[in-house]
């Protein structure tokens, strides 16, 4: 039942193959199994699970359901689950029970899918190798001694050792796609604007963005569907009609424009991993794809320009974690004064203070113009490269992450080496572009992953894009070893 | 641009984190490599571009002024550390 698809799996329960309760045991199970071993999961709900279960079966047999209904799912420990634990990643909100859903996990819940649990995450969303979460790293299923990249790793891993066939991410600057190339799953980062960021736990509010992983685009589509749209109760959320993603997934790609940036196939690339990807390009250019090489030429400033951006916004949203409405408080306080530091400065890990210091440095008096505002001013060129791109192409196409799973602890200690290995994603966020990442291809038995970009709005073209290579190819399917 | 151990302390004031004084070093030479890394934006000439600060330069929406919410005070209290009487308590503020 693990290796069955989201759509298999909803064939499966409407055809009473199996029932919701039965599904839902069977992860509940291999959740028990395998997550000592790869610590994806922060928090595991089964009493609610197989009562959401039960729930969905009355409705299957009442002829209610949706797609979803029954689908067993795993939220990122970012979202907002009422009467969950919700930690983000940190001893700051280990105690933490949110008072309401998140829109994403209230429309999921709606649809009728099973929630699992909660996933292990970088703490606050900050990082790229999910090492800097107080509840321990999370293991590559690929390669237990390697990261499974981050900030979404749990959420990944958990996909990618078939422990649920469906899970939600975030993604700031890549901690959807990053994860799901290290993973060997796919990852969708929505527009900016398309999902609902209410209930969803802020890291840098101009960049954040929530959405599916899974193994497959196919089931990506069914669960953006139910996540996207308009909600009045996030400020920055686009009124825009939502399309049926299901539709046109089978659109062939014959003439297709796909642009390759020069700036993605240069030094820093490992080798190993550029030959799957031009492999992958092949596999688009047999089914009638127009591949061009193009220029994105502010590509080297995004890593500059998100570090100043995403922290400074960080360092914003991290300011409500005061020890005074909620979340962790430190002992005896000896003044107010007291209560915010320790609170503070026991709450947060080293990364997480390090990035609310620099936030803080590039937005105080005398640096906030040379920094903040000139970082702005450098992202409007960096969108404007894309904009300028896409009047040539439809998608553009590159690796997902300059190399595969490196070990953990490699990058830990410098914290400069780990922003570089953001250097395709970063940019996607910055301009607030949708982007999906697939598995294509095994470099040292390491997945690597295909980024594909889209035009604003653009997730059916993604979508379509994604699923026409897993309609030609078998690699979505590949699982890692000893998940059987 | 590289900082030096009264930057950091400053720094963390500001953001109301106590650090650890043996911390500081390490402070120092991450953020200077981080602030080195961010020098680059100073090679491009931005005299003319307008800073963005949404990815479709869309503005506050705005709605109606009616209440819409209902008191949910004593539900979201639950986290509270510590509070009474529907009040949060913290330690004395004023002298």
């Known amino acids: ?148 990249g981050g900030s979404s790793g749990g959420s990944a891993a958990a996909v990618a050792a078939r422990l649920t066939p469906a899970a939600t991410g975030t993604d700031t600057g890549g901690s959807i796609r990053q994860p799901a190339s290290l993973c060997g799953i796919t990852g969708l980062k929505p527009t900016y604007g398309r999902v609902s960021r209410y209930g969803m736990i802020a890291f840098a509010s101009s960049l954040d963005q929530g959405g599916p992983m899974a193994c497959t685009a196919e089931d990506c589509a069914l669960l953006l569907q139910v996540m996207a749209g308009f909600d009045p109760c996030d400020s920055t959320s686009i009124e825009r009609a939502v399309p049926d993603y299901t539709a046109g997934l089978d659109q062939p790609l014959k003439g297709l424009r796909i642009g390759l940036p020069r700036e993605y196939f240069a030094e820093g690339l490992n080798e190993g991993v550029g030959s799957v990807i031009e492999e992958a390009i092949a596999t688009y250019r047999s089914l009638g794809c127009k591949i061009t090489e193009i220029s994105l030429p502010n590509t080297n400033l995004a890593v500059p320009v998100y570090y100043v951006v995403a922290p400074a916004e960080f360092s914003s949203n991290l300011a409500r974690y005061d020890g005074v409405r909620y979340g962790y408080r430190c002992e005896d306080p000896k003044d107010l004064l007291d209560l915010y530091k320790r609170s503070r400065g026991e709450g947060f890990g080293p990364e997480v203070k390090r990035r609310i210091m620099i936030g803080t440095y590039v937005l105080s008096a005398g640096y906030y113009d040379a920094y903040y505002l000139k970082a702005q001013q450098v992202r409007r060129l960096i969108s404007d490269d894309f904009k300028q791109a896409f009047e040539n192409v439809d998608v553009i196409m590159g690796p997902t992450s300059p190399s595969t799973a490196f070990k953990l602890g490699e990058k830990a200690a410098d914290p400069v080496q780990m922003y570089l290995s953001d250097i395709y994603t970063i940019a996607v966020n910055l301009a607030g572009l949708p982007g999906i990442s697939i598995p294509v291809g095994l470099h040292q038995n390491l997945p690597v992953g295909l980024q594909i970009i889209a035009n604003h709005f653009d997730e059916s073209r993604l979508l379509n894009v994604a699923h026409r290579f897993q309609q030609e190819t078998a690699w979505h399917a590949r699982a890692p070893d000893g998940v059987e | 641009m590289s900082l030096n151990s009264e930057d950091i302390k400053k720094i963390a004031h500001l953001a109301r984190l106590q650090i650890d004084e043996e911390d500081i070093p390490g402070y120092v030479r991450n953020l200077s490599e981080i602030l080195a890394l961010v020098e680059q934006m100073n090679y491009v000439n931005t005299s003319d571009v307008h800073p963005m600060a949404h990815p479709q330069d869309v503005s506050q929406r705005l709605r109606a002024d009616k209440i819409t919410e209902t008191d949910q005070r004593a539900h979201f209290q639950e986290n509270a550390p510590l509070a009474a009487a529907g009040l949060y308590l913290v330690p004395k503020v004023i002298e």
């Open chain 1, 1 to 148: 039942m693990h290796n069955l698809s989201i759509w298999q799996l909803a064939e499966g329960l409407r055809t009473k193959k199996f029932s919701p309760r039965e599904l839902t045991e069977h992860f509940l199970t291999r959740i028990e199994h395998f997550n000592e071993l790869l610590n994806c999961f922060i928090t595991t709900t089964s009493d609610g699970a197989l009562a959401a279960a039960d729930a969905a079966d009355k409705r299957i047999r009442a002829g209610d359901g949706v797609p979803l209904t029954g689908i067993p799912i795993v939220h990122k420990d970012i979202f907002c689950t009422e009467g969950v634990k919700t930690s983000c990643g940190s001893r700051m909100l280990d105690n933490f029970i949110a008072p309401y859903d998140a829109t994403s996990v209230a429309r999921l819940k709606q649809a009728g899918a099973v929630m699992l649990g909660k996933t292990n995450m970088d703490e606050f969303a900050m990082g790229s190798s999910n090492e800097t979460s107080y509840y321990g790293a999370v293991k590559n299923p690929w390669d237990i001694e390697r990261v499974p």
